[in-house]
């Protein structure tokens, strides 16, 4: 590995360690085995590099949120079906013990934000990605092929509802809610709106 690819990987090791506002540049350094100009000249700033390190965090546990595929490579539930969106969320909630940490470096960033306002204008623009990234896995639809309409409306529905759930799971795991339990609620506003 190079120095930027070595500056990524030890801020990712401070974020999960220490969190956004506790690590620092040194402690960057002294963890990749690299030195202060490296970082500015790979990545800008130190926030730039933490912000770069959250981003690839975040990336890896979306990748654990995925149910799989079945033996012939088809979804294991009819994509937009209420038995997918089940086993969706089971998936993400089953990855909560694996990525508790980035989910509570996320709250971090949540929380601090009006403190660290370049990052969190970084941070907001990476939401787009994030949103069109979780799509496919309900819907089927490939990411590159998915249109701005259904990343902003089916896109944001998701992100709203995983980023409640992470707050339940994170604070008190025996009371959060299931994906049975969301599936079901789920159901009953389909329904209800069917009705009016």
């Known amino acids: 590995m190079g120095h930027r690819e070595d500056l990524l990987e030890g801020a990712k090791r401070c974020l999960l360690e220490k969190g956004f506002l506790r ?13 202060l100009a490296s970082i500015g000249y790979h990545y800008g700033s130190k926030d730039a590099l933490l912000v770069q390190a959250y981003v690839s965090l975040i990336e890896g546990a979306g990748d654990e949120f995925d149910p799989g595929w079945g033996a012939g490579g088809e979804m294991t539930a009819a994509a937009g079906s209420l038995e997918r ?21 996320s709250f971090e960033l949540i929380v601090q934000g009006d403190r660290l ?12 990605e994030g949103r ?16 701005k309409e259904t990343v902003d409306t089916e896109g944001r529905f998701y992100q709203t509802l ?18 049975a339990q969301l599936t079901e609620g789920l159901r009953r506003v389909i329904a209800g709106a069917a009705q009016s």
């Open 23 to 35: 690590t620092t540049a040194r402690d960057i350094v002294k963890e990749s085995g690299t030195n």
């Open 162 to 179: 995983l980023n409640g759930l992470m707050v339940q799971w994170l604070f008190d795991p025996d009371s959060a809610t299931d994906a």
């Open 132 to 147: 069109s990234g979780i799509v496919p896995m309900f819907n089927g639809i490939p990411e590159d092929e998915l249109d």
């Open 117 to 128: 306002p370049e990052v969190r204008k970084l941070l907001a623009e990476a939401q787009e």
């Open 85 to 105: 969106f089940q086993e969706v969320w089971a998936s993400i909630i089953g990855s909560v013990p694996r990525t508790r940490a980035i989910w509570l470096l």
